[in-house]
């Protein structure tokens, strides 16, 4: 056991060995660590499951082929979504292996305390939702947030609504809703103090989680 074990780590340095970017820096692969990832996971399964060495390194090589393919998929979804929403406002981030996170600020989708989409807005929305339809195994959450501003009777539902609405323009252009979860969080996560102008300003916003697969989320409703 020890020697496989030792043969899925080699695996696994393997999988997520680094690659060398434009400007001459090392970057680890995003799709070696799903590779690495699924390797491990595969290599555990396999093992409690056949309880011998076939049995491991089958789970080795199906979890990496699963944990790549996942990978790959994330890559390319995250540099179409860069191109389209260039320029946009709109910030695309890589928040983990099959997870990406896009964060609209207030100024760009909403007017203060109204849940109407901006008429510019309504463009990006598109271009998100035509990368979806791409990639119909992504399923997101668009989640609405507020500043501290007011009370939570005020927030919470401003947050909902402007969830769901984002939720339903991105229906509207074609996204079936089965793959969107959408909910409000009021104030509660704030990702920058609130003591300041500008921190206030990045804490209302709309994002939109892009997942493989997760468990379905209802609605929150105040």
């Given at each position: ?78 540099k179409e ?53 791409a990639y ?42 089965s793959r ?43």
């Amino acid at each position: 056991m020890k020697k496989i074990l030792a043969i899925v780590m080699l695996l696994v340095l393997v999988a997520i060995s680094c690659t060398t970017a434009a400007d001459g820096t090392r970057k680890i692969s995003k799709t070696g660590i799903g590779t690495g990832i699924g390797a491990a996971a595969g290599a555990v399964i396999g093992q409690a499951i056949g309880k011998d060495t076939k049995g491991t390194l089958i789970g080795t090589a199906g979890g990496a082929a699963v944990g790549a393919l996942i990978g790959n998929i994330f890559d390319r979804q995250e540099k179409e979504l860069k191109e389209k929403l260039s320029g946009t406002g709109v910030k695309v981030e890589r928040t983990g292996e099959g997870e990406i996170k896009l964060v609209a600020p207030e100024n760009i989708t909403f007017d203060t305390n109204s849940y109407i989409v901006k008429s510019q807005f309504k463009g990006t929305i598109e271009s998100i939702a035509a990368t979806l339809k791409a990639y119909p195994d992504s399923k997101i959450i668009v989640s609405g947030h507020t500043d501290n501003t007011g009370n939570d009777a005020i927030n919470n539902p401003l947050s909902v609504n402007r969830a769901n609405a984002v939720a339903n323009l991105l229906q509207a252009d074609g996204v079936a809703g089965s793959r969107i979860t959408s909910t409000g969080y009021g104030s509660r996560n704030p990702i920058a103090s609130n003591s300041t102008v500008q921190g206030r300003q990045q804490n209302r916003r709309v994002e939109i989680d892009f997942r493989g697969w997760f468990d379905n989320q209802e609605d929150v409703r105040y």
